[in-house]
């Protein structure tokens, strides 16, 4: 198993170019995420899915736009990059419990980042 | 979710235990408390979970306060590789899609 991985490692953009970030994961998880982290901050939660062709707002959507056609990809868009979206980007995907009655967790599985420097 | 507190940093030495503290006054009776970490240039990484009991596995201990205002995440012995931030993250049960909100952490130093 490869877990989570994304596409690609390091990039830059000149502002107001746009590019797509992949994320793909082989675990067959519902939930996909992805986060964005500034220096010397925690990370903050761009855009989530629950499934497959749905996709939700998080705390810092703007600017960014998702797709999640397949399970087991989800996409990560800039239209118009700007240097405040400089940043270390993560994926994460997580299991579905299925079982709401019984109290449970569902640990979130980390990728590896992608580092975008935006001039 | 409620706001967890932690200090920014910490030292330890090399094979010594490390005890991480978590302030979380405000939890509710259904969140659960998670500890993930994150290695340098690295995603983070789930670490112990708990509810009210405490809780062992491979990597780690948590210690949860009686009022549950608390907890402790306990590394029995420091190695260079657990230098890392430690994230303190309280999670409701079945609450929104699973969504982490991280804090800034505590930033973990480890001394041979």
């Known amino acids: 198993n490869a877990g989570v991985t994304q596409t690609p490692k390091f990039r830059v953009l000149k502002t107001g170019q746009s590019m797509t970030l992949l994320c793909a994961q082989d675990?067959?998880?519902?939930?996909m995420y992805w986060y964005r982290q500034d220096p010397g901050m925690g990370l903050r939660l761009i855009h989530y899915?629950?499934?497959?062709?749905?996709?939700a707002k998080g705390e810092v959507p703007d600017g960014y736009n998702v797709s999640r056609l397949k399970k087991q990809n989800f996409l990560l868009g800039l239209e118009s990059a700007a240097p405040s979206q400089t940043s270390v980007y993560f994926c994460?995907?997580?299991?579905?419990?299925?079982?709401?009655?019984?109290?449970?967790?569902?640990?979130?599985?980390f990728g590896p980042g992608t580092r975008l420097t935006v001039l | 979710d409620a706001k967890t507190t932690q200090p920014n940093s910490m030292e330890s030495n090399e094979e010594e235990p490390v005890h991480l503290p978590c302030n979380h006054s405000t939890i509710s009776g259904t969140d659960y408390i998670h500890w993930y970490r994150q290695l340098p240039s690295q995603g983070p990484e789930y670490v112990i979970h708990?509810?009210?009991s405490n809780v062992n596995n491979r990597m780690a201990s948590l210690a949860i306060a009686e009022d549950r205002k608390s907890s402790t995440l306990i590394l029995h012995r420091a190695t260079l590789r657990d230098a890392a931030v430690y994230y303190c993250?309280?999670?409701?049960?079945?609450?929104?899609?699973?969504?982490?909100?991280f804090g800034k952490g505590t930033k973990l130093s480890v001394k041979p």
């Open positions: 899915s629950v499934g497959e062709g749905t996709t």
């Open positions: 708990g509810l009210t």
């Open positions: 675990m067959n998880h519902e939930y």
């Open positions: 993250i309280l999670r409701r049960y079945g609450g929104s899609q699973g969504n982490l909100i």
């Open positions: 994460a995907s997580s299991y579905y419990i299925r079982d709401s009655t019984v109290p449970s967790y569902n640990e979130q599985f």
